[in-house]
């Protein structure tokens, strides 16, 4: 028998703006009840469609501030427009220990932080299929002047240079298949052979195995 690791494994979804990755992992929640989302704390206003403690815990930039004294995140990142955000410590843990795996939708800044503490992370890089599909899809949103959309392409492009810390990558042309690609990359990880904790033979299994290597020793004394 195979005994594998029981705690749940830590898994890293990121990808550049408008690739899809939130689309991506709400399919992948809805699809697997083991799998689980880690709601990260920001600084920035609450939109009007958001709400609290489902999309994010929402701090002023003092509170978010405390918390980084106290040692209450995994990661955090001031990013664009000077918000932060970060990823609570206690509730991952809890989590990861209670078997569940949990996947935090992270940028490349909270990935480079939390590699150094889990090196075992499952690391997962979504891509739009091109940066003109970028373009129209930012465009679509209409939430966005030029001046906005030529950082978001800044930043974008800086996110596809830091490609190489990541195990996987997964271009997004079409969200289902994506996310087949994404169940197969978890599945193979629960095989690794790195995971065992203990190898053991049943008893069956032990008898099978000791009548087999006594058969083989008897026609070998038959040859001699």
Known sequence: MIKTRTQGDLIIISGTTCAGKGTVIKKLLEKNDNLTLSISYTSRPKRENEIEGVDYYFVTKEEFEEKIKNGDFLEYARVQYGAYYGTPKKEVIDLLNSGK???LEIDVQGVKQIKKLYPETILIFIMAPSMNEVKKRIKARGMENNEQIIERFKVAY???NEINNY???????NVDAAVKKVEAILISEKLRVDRIEELSVENEEEIIHEFLVDKEFNNEKNYL
């Open 101 to 103: 795996d949990c996947i």
């Open 158 to 160: 800086n996110e596809i």
């Open 167 to 173: 195990n996987y990558v997964v271009v997004n042309d």
